[in-house]
DNA sequence: TGTGAAAGTCCGCAGTA
DNA sequence: TACTGCGGACTTTCACA
């Protein structure tokens, strides 16, 4: 992982269909070079793969939400891979503290997603937070050092 | 949003880097027609982007943990566009319920959160939970329809 | 909206420094 | 590990239905 590969990194989270080409022009590096490097970042588990982000609102999944589970033992959701294929279910967390894991959900409809929580509630306790809006919703990984330094105002404790 | 515009952004969802070629092989279109329709998908903002996904601990980021924030009134994060160029944040949702946002940081190191959570306080009360795995980090979202429709168990309620 | 053809570009595989 | 060169595939643009 050096300076190259990050700067491959940079490019391929901005916008993961440039070609090698392209590629090979911004980082000055040769295409063969470049397709090599790539391959080995993918190869090495660096890069998980490569995704269209679409607009939930606009692909009609307009209800989206936090949930909180805290499950019944064992019956836990971390335990039941079916539930990871169910489609509503975009992310799973398994979490410190008092609940054992969080989710994001997405759903067409309050109806679709009340029926959604209902579908969970045999593993555990749901607890919902409704997204009112995401900010920011994506951010690229840039490479370590490039780090937020500046000071702290305080350091304020509580 | 037809038929085929769901198929290329099924596609196009699981492999970014698909070419038109490919993608009017698998959708049974004319490369020109596919890269028309994938042009407009991506104006008229049902897709937001092309990522490459990167594994944070594979790059360096260990410490990843899911932050409510409590604002202190007008002073919101939310108010506050400079925390999302904060290398650190990955993601923002605004949310329903007693805190006003929930944030993914991902840090190099407990210290490196440790000064995150310093530069989060000046706006509100942040609580920390963190993130001890991630068995499902993303999902594709699939054309309507195609919800789990199954019966909830029993619907029971609380 | 969709197809088909042409020009320019890009990709992958060699061989080599 | 990176560069050069070549054959084949691809992207893009245009005219046209």
Redesign the pocket.
Known sequence: M?E?DWALLRELQADARL???????RV??????????VR?LEETGVITGYHAHVDPARAGRTVIALIRMSCYGARCILNSPETTAWPEIMQIHRITGDACSMLTVTAGSIEEFEAVIDRLAPYGQPSSTMVLSTPLGWRPIPPPGSGNSEPAPSRRRR
């Open positions: 050096d190259m070609s090698y080409s392209e590629l090979s022009r000055h590096l040769s295409p063969p070079a470049v397709a090599e490097r080995r």
